[in-house]
């Protein structure tokens, strides 16, 4: 068994420990939160003495005689705690995204790769048992060519409820803590998914953002994304929070037929299939699942998904091999950097061509390098001040007037 600290007990945390509790390879022995609350709950929770409790994650790699760490924490946080768990020789789990920079991010694997240890990202819903399927058929040639992908995944609000309510529940809407709103967070899922399933690399990606209802924010509230790959497949993605109400709905079109996902809000999820559309001919494709006594719903199916994702890193820690999801640190830098230019394409009002260079500096500094890189005043980016692109005090630009800024 190997033993584990768990640094951040929030909202994610809770669904990282459901599936530990299933993973008898991999066990949480310490925990760090700064929130007092919250640390009071996980000893509690976790039967966990108080010198295994920290307020620090830097603590708590200093101190535990540890084989990994799991990350939890904000965005802007991770790069510190990874680096330092590979200092010490210590495998990792980071929640998704890996950073809020490229440069960031490609630090963080040199430091594992250097170490000898392995950096693992979550990238659960691959892991989720519709998309697991929906890859199957792909393989499978159920539709031959992978033409187009379209995705929509629509919320409410970029404040979840499930988050830490004694630390900042509203962390994911703020740009120094996030590094992006509802394309680094909610639509990142559909950026490595959407890798996966082509099978390949972007190499341009067009990208608009806007602020449609939470102004609050100093992120997107809606995002919108279009992506070609090397093999010629496009992606057509929008991730908002300004929707009325919640929407995930996805389809594959191929050069034989196509294929559509079960809507996770349908009434008759629990029994719907995924849509084999050809030759005229509709057909389902069932979902199989690996809990057969719970209820199908799509609550039980992204617990499941923690499960299959937290089983593969425990492979991929004891070094029983690869793992046939995008669950390693390097596919955490692919989707990073198709979010990261897609901003950068909402910046400049035209298409961006990936990879992005590394004296770019939206590479070196993720979205607080895009006033460097230029931003056109044309843009909504420009004129709301998402992202504070004009600085944290300006206030906004009339559309009328953005040609003459």
């Known amino acids: 068994m190997m033993r584990g600290g768990l640094i951040g007990y929030g909202g994610i945390a809770q669904l990282h420990l459901g599936a530990y509790a299933q993973v008898p390879e991999l066990e949480i022995v310490a925990v760090a939160d700064v929130t007092p609350s919250q640390l009071t709950a996980a000893g ?3 039967g966990l003495d108080r010198r295994h409790l920290y307020r620090e994650g830097m603590q708590l790699i200093e101190a535990e005689s540890l084989d990994f760490v799991d990350v939890c924490v904000p965005h802007h946080y991770h790069r510190g705690l990874v680096l330092a768990a590979a200092e010490r ?4 789990v980071c929640e998704k995204p890996l950073a809020t920079n490229l440069a960031d991010a490609k630090a963080m694997i040199r430091a594992a790769a250097a170490a000898g240890v392995s950096l693992a990202v979550c990238h659960n819903w691959s892991c989720h048992p519709v998309f697991a399927t929906l890859k199957r058929a792909i393989t499978d040639n159920a539709v031959g060519r992978i033409l187009q992908q379209h995705f929509e995944v629509l919320q409410t609000s970029g404040i979840w409820r499930g988050s830490a309510q004694g630390y900042q529940p509203e962390w994911r809407t703020r740009v120094e803590l996030s590094g992006g709103g509802a394309l680094m967070d909610t639509g990142f899922h559909l950026c490595y998914l959407s890798q996966w399933l082509a099978g390949a690399v972007p190499v341009w990606i067009s990208g608009f ?6 102004r609050q924010y100093s992120v997107e509230d809606y995002a919108r994304t279009l992506c070609r790959y090397d093999n010629g497949t496009v992606l057509d ?5 300004s929707a009325t109400e919640k929407l995930l709905w996805g389809a594959v079109e191929g050069e034989g037929g196509s294929l559509e996902i079960p809507s996770p809000f349908s009434r008759t999820y629990a029994t719907d299939s995924i849509v084999l559309r050809r030759s005229g001919e509709v057909q389902e494709i069932r ?3 690996d809990d057969t006594e719970a209820p199908a719903s799509w609550a039980a199916d992204f617990a499941a998904s923690y499960r299959t994702l937290f089983r593969e890193i425990a492979a991929v820690f004891s070094g029983r091999g690869g793992s046939d999801y995008p669950v390693r640190a390097e596919d955490g830098y692919r989707a990073l950097e198709m979010v990261l230019a897609s901003y950068q394409s909402a910046a400049l009002d035209h298409g961006v061509r990936v990879p992005l260079a590394s004296d770019d500096p939206v590479y070196s500094l993720g979205v607080q390098g895009l006033r460097e890189a230029g931003v056109s005043p044309v843009t909504a980016l420009f004129q709301k001040n998402i992202f504070r692109v004009r600085g944290s005090e300006s206030p906004t630009v009339p559309a009328s007037r953005a040609r003459e800024v």
Do not use: K, M, Q, Y
């Open 89 to 92: 020789g210590l495998h990792v």
């Open 237 to 241: 993605l929008c991730a908002s929070w």
């Open 209 to 214: 953002v806007d602020t449609f209802r939470h």
């Open 287 to 289: 979902i199989p699942r």
């Open 44 to 46: 509690e929770n976790l």
